[in-house]
């Protein structure tokens, strides 16, 4: 798999949005599989990065952000993946991971060849970081039961388009080989 990355998109999150509804249900099946996702890559010394939405707080850091949705009316759907203290954690604005933050050269100083993504939402946040990694010619592999969606239609497409456009892996999560 080269030298792999596995990057956590969104997942510490209050869900107190416009569509938190129909993205919930979905968060909460994926929810063991990212745990054991994590746990594995941890065992395996695959370093794991949190890529997350600042949620507009531009005074915010990673801790607050954890903080604020541990307190959360979902922290049951943030504690079990929550980052342990050698996590990385890159603060994110848009949906890509990459957009305006300094993923592209920490992966380059980790000496990253290959991203799995995991967190949400599939047919969003983790599409548009599949092209970004793909046009910054990282290898990429989604675990499509450790990707959570708003709506399952447009998640399906998305991993199609991942598949056929990015060249990406799109597989189970089991299938990795961490």
Not at 82 to 110: C, D, M, N, W
Not at 111 to 140: F, M, P
């Amino acid at each position: 798999m080269g030298n792999t990355a596995l990057i956590v998109i969104d997942m510490i999150n209050t869900y107190e949005h416009e569509d938190a509804h129909l993205l919930v249900p979905s968060v909460k099946s994926i929810l063991p599989t990212v745990a054991e996702l994590l746990a594995a890559a941890r065992r395996s010394d695959v370093p794991v990065i949190y890529a997350n939405d600042n949620f507009g707080e531009w005074r915010s850091h990673h801790g607050e952000l954890l903080d604020t949705a541990l307190r959360g009316p979902h922290a049951d759907l943030v504690r079990p993946i929550a980052p342990e203290k050698e996590s990385l954690f890159v603060v994110k604005a848009r949906h890509s991971i990459f957009f305006e933050t300094p993923l592209e050269y920490l992966l380059g100083q980790q000496g990253v060849d290959h991203v799995v993504l995991c967190g949400q939402v599939t047919e969003q946040c983790v599409l548009y970081s599949a092209l970004d990694a793909h046009i910054r010619h990282l290898k990429v592999t989604v675990p499509r039961d450790a990707v959570a969606h708003i709506h399952e239609d447009l998640a399906e497409a998305a991993l199609r388009m991942m598949e056929r456009n990015m060249g990406a892996r799109i597989t189970a999560a089991a299938d990795l080989p961490f």
